[in-house]
């Protein structure tokens, strides 16, 4: 691992997550040890590496918490994203606690927070995230396949030690969006829309394994693509799933589902009169 003195950790939003409606975005790292194969952020131009090393290397901005504490003010009240382009509990973060730092020094200034992981780290710091007044965890929970995980996500946390930090997190209070994205290939799919529908997450959002090119979600790069082959995953087993969960839960698509705390969504998902008498969708607040 690198160490580097960053110019700066936060940045205007931009792209899908500035038309959601998010204000800034926040990286404590560069690069993310956690290699997934779809990963859009091998893609952007600040990791000027090859794609081929993405996962195999990361930059700590060492001095995060210090920029955070000069930029702060500006925050008070603004929609954060944590974090765009890196997932901010990396295994680095257990002993150099950028990310904590950050949230130590912004309880104060109270963002709308949404900090987006894949790992049970973060509930670490549930005595942090107690304090914001608008917060969420959108948690990525791909797949119910631990075989398929690994080949898709090769250093990510494993499945059931996501699923006990969403228990933990909704224990303790925080809204958790469940982030189904992208769905990869599922091997029961009935029996994964079942446990998602019983978690009854605060929001659910899906999204297809495709080619993004370059624009929301996952770009699928040509590893992954391989992979889809192999475990004969199509657009149409996607729909089927989501279909599937929509008769139970209201399902976001996409882009619509990423939308700060406190900010209600463009647009609600449908569902069905039936399912929506037996599970109301819960906005964040
Ligand atoms: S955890 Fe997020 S940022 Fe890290 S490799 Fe996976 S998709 Fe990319």
Redo the contacts with the bound molecule.
């Keep these: 691992m690198e160490r580097l003195i960053a110019r700066s950790i936060f940045s205007p939003a931009t792209g899908f997550l500035r038309r959601s409606g998010y204000d800034w975005t926040c990286n404590p790292y560069v690069g ?5 194969t ?5 893609f952007l131009p600040q990791n000027r590496r090859p794609k081929e090393e ?2 195999r290397w990361l930059i700590a901005k060492t001095n995060a918490v210090a920029l955070a504490q000069r930029f702060a003010p500006k925050l008070a009240g603004q929609a954060l994203y944590l ?1 765009s ?3 901010p509990y ?1 295994p680095a973060e257990r002993s150099l606690h950028l990310t904590r730092g950050i949230l130590e020094t912004l309880v104060p200034y109270q963002p709308r927070l949404t900090v ?4 049970p780290l973060v509930t670490r710091d549930l005595d942090l995230l107690q304090q914001f007044r608008h917060v969420g965890v959108n948690l ?1 929970i791909t797949t119910d396949c631990e075989e398929i995980r690994r080949c898709f ?1 090769p250093k ?1 946390p494993p499945l059931a030690d996501r699923w006990q930090a969403a228990i933990t997190l909704r224990s303790a209070g925080i809204p958790v969006i469940l982030c189904i994205t992208p769905t990869l290939p599922l091997r029961q799919p009935a029996e994964f829309a079942r446990r998602v529908a019983e978690f009854r997450p605060d929001v659910v959002v899906v999204q297809e394994f495709e080619e993004a090119h370059g624009c929301f979600g ?1 770009d699928t790069g040509p590893q992954a693509r391989q992979l889809l082959q192999r475990f004969d995953w199509s657009s149409a087993d996607y729909l089927r799933f989501r279909d599937l969960l929509r008769q139970s839960l209201p399902v976001y698509e996409g882009e619509a589902g990423f939308f700060p705390p406190g900010s209600p969504p463009a647009q609600v998902p449908s569902v069905s009169p039936v399912a929506a008498r037996r599970h109301p969708l819960t906005l964040l607040s």
Excluded at 32 to 36: L, P, S, Y
């Design positions: 993310c040890t956690f290699a997934c779809y990963c859009y952020a091998m993405w996962g974090a382009v890196t997932d990396l987006q992981t894949r790992s990525s996500e990510a996952a």
